[in-house]
């Protein structure tokens, strides 16, 4: 045979692929953006982390892609009429992956872990209000709360409150150890996080994987590569701006759910000119905000009120959210006494794309109602120095919390933790409303009162509330059994690959 | 020569205790805090307090200071404060993988950059040096995460011929171990390779333009001991100094190369811990890398004074 270049060149892509097999069967890998930091579930504070403490560890209650609170660890529970004392029945027969029986004592050596000031756990403020925990039985653990709770089986669901051996903490940083359907069996920062199945999982016939890994990959562009290559299985916390592109190319599957994380300028109420609630309004009514979602998000995403999501049931329907009016708006600015229009800046968080897009976005659109607004970019990192609670006017968001109570009180509440940190917001019917919907176990009670709160801050906004955002993520069709969950993590138990 | 080499490591020494402090006080004048890092947005005044205190953050520069050089110089790296664990070993398992990387670039670099300067070189104007120094302009001008994202695209999501990211260990066979360096080597090496391919034609033309060769040329000696006796030695001096600072180049592509390729080694951990303010984990990374880098420049050193005399005595005097 000759050997002219198009033999050469040809026989070059006949090659047989370089590549190994490209995984063990039955093994998923997930490429997620970060490496962990933690291992101990208690001290999680990201995303890529709160995957792995649902898949190695198990809660005392789990919530659904649905959002409804179900049995994990404990099969049941109860609490007392005045909600005070919540009673959990755990499920026999649990062992962790070293083979000991979970029992109640775990359960409360990991609350006196939490709720101990010098462990500076980063959830412990969710449980400010639970007093004492106790093992009534092998099986049986008693919260007594310091205050009464209506939504506390569901907080027990959030993504720290995972319950590991007792007297394990040391250890927990470099050989995890819990009750979940994978147990741990390596972890190379920077590039994956293996986990092998559990094969004693207290829930029959689960999981059906062999195993599952996070692969660590930061740029996005070669994560979508490695997703058509199948050198991953799952991409994780899809950009809104891919959605649309990757929708339609064969073999991926592209999903993008509602949730309850939010966006919002936030104004600080404290000091001029946000201080005045008629400039606040104006703002609200100078954009609108059908069209920051379509700017921002591209169209992934929905308007709202308060960080209540337009999907929950507690969303105030009958509240319509108009289309902007510039001119009304420059006649309540002129009436706070600005007959010019406003120039103030507005800080946006360098490192995260959507926030800072939400901050131009604003800019844009806030113009024709009075606003000229400076866009200042301030790193992420340094937000808690200098901007939060600090700055005039500023864009920063909040990821989902697991429940209503939980998403608002903190942030909307004249004594809010997070309320000090943002707007330093204060309204009698909004704190009377939130006080009450915490007081009661009823959800047709509490589903009231957070309208009655909704309306009141529309009327008098801390802020603007741009949108509860979506989030997605990419599949290969060969992955099974998997739904794309509004809080950022995954449920794998049922969970096939091809 | 050994006096010569005394010397030279008694100022890489100081350089590097030198960039020891420089490091010290850059990373604590960065913005951000390692507590508020640790606890993410969960961070309460409170909270940040309780950990500052168990982190020593509060006690002042110096001490803190004097207890990581201290530490150093028993061996111990100190922590990685956010990961939890002494930062040693992670840093030596980092390094080991991006020694690899870097070590296959570097010899592709010298040894490739040397034999393709020489070639162009001999063949000034045939159609193989036009190639050539289109090829190295366009190299040296594009950056490398272009190449990178082209060559995962190319390579693994359109053909499938390599894997797109991470690594292999040796224990998983050769070719899963090969095929994972691949990309990441080539898009490390190609820039440099174009730039010392560059430099050592230049060197080269001008070494076989001078009156040595000519004479050596007159008298009748073969073109091979021309070039390879007389003509290349001369011309590898100014390239063994661009390969030192091309060195430093190399360090900061892998920082690139890793991150983009989601390889384990080095640079992903220091940019972990900038991303995550793990200051105790930035510093004892840098000081590894500036280390290396120091005795990098030490080795060129070396290397220049055993190829020309006129340097190891002139020291001396």
Same mark, same amino acid.
């Given at each position: ?90 499920? #026999? ?5 070293? =083979? $000991?029986?979970?029992? *109640? @004592?775990?359960?409360?050596?990991? /609350? %006196? ?10 959830? #412990? ?5 639970? =007093? $004492?925990?106790?093992? *009534? @039985?092998?099986?049986?653990?008693? /919260? %007594? ?354 | ?108 670099v010298a040894g490739g950059g040397i034999a393709l300067g020489v070639h162009a070189a001999t063949h000034q104007g045939r159609i193989s040096d036009r190639v050539m120094t289109l090829a190295q302009f366009v190299f040296i ?51 440099l390779l174009a730039h010392v391919s560059r430099l050592s034609r230049a060197a080269m033309l001008e070494a076989l333009r001078s009156?040595?060769v ?13 070039l390879?006796?007389?003509a290349a030695?001369n011309a590898m001096l100014p390239t063994i100094t661009i390969l030192?600072?091309d ?71």
């Amino acid at each position: 045979m000759k050997l002219t270049r198009r033999t050469v060149l040809g026989s070059a892509l006949a090659l047989p692929s370089l590549r190994a097999a490209h995984a063990a069967a039955g093994v998923l890998r997930i490429g997620v953006g970060a490496s962990l930091a933690r291992l101990d579930p208690l001290l999680t504070t990201i995303g890529d982390e709160y995957i792995y403490n649902n898949l190695l560890f198990n809660g005392l209650t789990r919530m659904a892609e649905d959002l409804s609170v179900q049995p994990d660890l404990a099969e049941s529970w109860a609490y007392s009429d005045d909600l005070r004392r919540w009673t959990f029945r755990l499920h #026999r027969g649990v062992k962790f992956h070293d =083979g $000991r029986e979970m029992t *109640a @004592d775990d359960v409360v050596a990991l /609350f %006196e872990r939490l709720l101990d000031p010098a462990n500076a756990a980063p959830s #412990r403020s969710n449980y400010d209000m639970v =007093g $004492r925990v106790s093992a *009534a @039985d092998p099986y049986t653990v008693v /919260f %007594e709360l310091t205050s009464p709770y209506g939504g506390f089986a569901d907080i027990l669901s959030d993504r720290q409150v995972k319950i590991v051996p007792r007297g394990s903490a040391a250890q927990l940083a470099s050989h995890p150890i819990g009750t979940g359907p994978f147990r741990f069996v390596s972890y190379t920062p920077g590039d994956r996080l293996v986990m092998a199945r559990n094969p004693d999982y207290f829930e029959p016939g689960m999981p059906k994987l062999a195993g599952v890994e996070l692969r660590i990959i930061p740029e996005m562009s070669v994560k979508i590569a490695a997703l058509q290559a199948g050198d991953i299985d799952v991409l994780w916390d899809l950009p809104l701006e891919q959605v649309k592109p990757l929708s339609g190319r064969s073999g991926l599957r592209i999903d993008s759910v509602p949730t309850a994380s939010w966006d919002a300028a936030v104004m600080n109420n404290l000091t001029p000119p946000f201080n005045d609630p008629k400039v606040r309004l104006a703002f609200q009514m100078a954009v609108d905000k059908a069209d920051v979602v379509e700017l921002t998000l591209f169209g992934q995403g929905v308007p709202t009120i308060s960080p209540i999501p337009p999907t929950h049931p507690f969303y105030a329907r009958d509240l319509a959210i108009p289309p902007a009016d510039p001119a009304a708006a420059r006649r309540l600015l002129a009436e706070a006494g600005h007959p010019n229009g406003l120039s103030v800046p507005i800080i946006v968080p360098v490192g995260r794309p959507v926030r800072e897009r939400l901050g131009v976005t604003l800019q844009q659109l806030a113009k024709p109602g009075g606003f000229d607004l400076q866009v200042q970019r301030v790193p992420f990192s340094s937000y808690d120095a200098e901007v939060s609670g600090k700055a005039p006017l500023y864009i920063d968001g909040y990821f989902a919390r697991p429940t209503i109570d939980t998403s608002t009180y903190p942030f909307l509440h004249s004594n809010g933790s997070w309320n000090a940190k943002l707007w330093h917001y204060s309204d009698a019917r909004v704190d009377a409303a939130l006080t009450s919907a915490r007081l009661s176990g009823d959800a047709s009670v509490q589903k009231m009162q957070y309208i009655a709160m909704q309306t009141a801050l529309n009327a008098n906004p801390a802020g603007f509330f741009a949108y509860a955002v979506n989030f997605a993520c990419a599949y290969r069709t060969s992955v099974g059994g998997v739904r794309t969950h509004p809080m950022r993590w995954f449920d794998l138990r049922s969970a096939t690959v091809a | 020569m050994g006096g010569y080499v005394v010397r030279r490591l008694l100022s890489v020494a100081l350089v590097v205790f030198a960039t020891s402090l420089l490091i010290f006080a850059i990373v604590h004048i960065l913005p951000g805090n390692v507590a508020y890092a640790i606890l993410g947005e969960y961070a309460t005044p409170s909270a940040v307090a309780t950990l500052q205190q168990r982190l020593g953050l509060d006690d002042p520069l110096w001490l803190q200071y004097w207890r990581w050089l201290h530490g150093v110089l028993r061996g111990d790296l100190g922590p990685s404060l956010v990961m939890d664990r002494p930062a040693g070993p992670l840093i030596l398992e980092a390094l080991g993988r991006s020694a690899i990387l870097a070590s296959i670039a570097f010899a592709i670099v010298a040894g490739g950059g040397i034999a393709l300067g020489v070639h162009a070189a001999t063949h000034q104007g045939r159609i193989s040096d036009r190639v050539m120094t289109l090829a190295q302009f366009v190299f040296i001008a594009v950056p490398d995460f272009f190449w990178a994202i082209l060559g995962v695209m190319a390579f693994a999501a359109g053909l499938d011929w390599l894997p797109a990211t991470g690594y292999a260990p040796w224990g998983d066979g050769a070719l899963a171990w090969a095929s994972h360096l691949v990309l990441p080597v080539t898009v490390l090496s190609i820039g440099l390779l174009a730039h010392v391919s560059r430099l050592s034609r230049a060197a080269m033309l001008e070494a076989l333009r001078s009156r040595y060769v000519l004479m050596a040329r007159a008298k009748g000696m073969s073109e091979r001991r021309v070039l390879w006796r007389h003509a290349a030695p001369n011309a590898m001096l100014p390239t063994i100094t661009i390969l030192a600072i091309d060195f430093g180049l190399l360090i900061g592509g892998v920082v690139v190369v890793e991150t983009v390729f989601a390889y384990p080694g080095l640079g992903r951990l220091l940019v972990f811990a900038i991303e995550h303010r793990d200051l105790p984990l930035l510093q004892a990374g840098m000081l590894v890398l500036t280390t290396i880098y120091a005795l990098a420049n030490l080795a060129a050193d070396i290397g220049y004074a055993v190829l020309n005399p006129r340097i190891r005595y002139g020291a001396a005097a």
